[in-house]
């Protein structure tokens, strides 16, 4: 089955603290995107991925990094988290420019 | 810069009636549009889109949506309303400069049907 998945669903973790967000697909798309959902903000872009080592940041990159080693995988990292991060995250994935396919979503709190 | 509007945070309409949930966009070139739906706790479903060609498009689950260039709209639309229809609906546009190797998808911010028995 053609998927996209995400680790944790999710997560409840402490400011500062490190945390990795994994994400995962099986249909060999080049580009990847990560997102996260706010209440009356719809789904902003953090960072994309055009293929393996490119990386290129979103509208709201601060305080994230990403890393594109392999094709299948797309990690989203926080390094430091901080209670402003909280929020519902996406992973996506899409061939070139065509219609993106997206993960279940990962709920991260911050306290 | 590309923007999308979705002028209503809500839809009402009862079951069996048609429905329409707005969309409007900027961007600077010929867009690709784009309409996706999130039921509670899931992802983002694809639900259709606009590349080039016909203005009307057709999609998923008996939704439709219009393209109309002058007035900078990608209104979604459905015949007849299911109860089962009831979700968060996105529309989202690819900025045009994909083809320079630079791209965005901007969404907007949503708008919640709810559609009433």
């Known amino acids: 089955e053609a998927q996209v998945t995400q680790n944790p669903r999710y997560l409840i973790t402490v400011t500062g603290k490190k945390l990795t967000v994994t994400c995962s697909q099986n249909m060999n798309h080049e580009y990847m995107s990560w997102y996260r959902q706010d209440p009356g903000l719809g789904l902003r872009q953090i960072y994309y991925s055009m293929n393996v080592e490119v990386t290129d940041k979103g509208d709201v990159p601060e305080g994230y990094k990403v890393s594109r080693k392999e094709k299948r995988n797309f990690p989203l990292i926080l390094e430091s988290p901080s209670p402003n991060q909280t929020s519902l995250y996406f992973c996506a994935s899409s061939r070139g420019g065509d219609t993106q396919y997206f993960g279940p979503g990962t709920r991260l709190t911050v306290l | 810069a590309q923007s999308v509007a979705q002028p209503e945070d809500q839809v009402n309409v009862a079951e069996g009636n048609p429905l329409t949930v707005k969309c409007t966009y900027s961007?600077?070139?010929?867009?690709?549009l784009f309409w996706y739906v999130q039921y509670p706790n899931r992802g983002l479903q694809f639900l259709l889109k606009y590349i080039t060609g016909d203005n009307l498009v057709k999609g998923s689950y008996g939704f439709e949506a219009e393209f109309n260039k002058s007035q900078t709209s990608f209104h979604l639309k459905k015949p007849s309303a299911l109860v089962s229809d009831s979700a968060l609906y996105f529309c989202a546009v690819r900025d045009p400069g994909w083809d320079s190797g630079y791209s965005t998808l901007t969404f907007g911010k949503g708008t919640m049907l709810l559609v009433s028995p």
């Open positions: 961007v600077s070139g010929n867009p690709y």
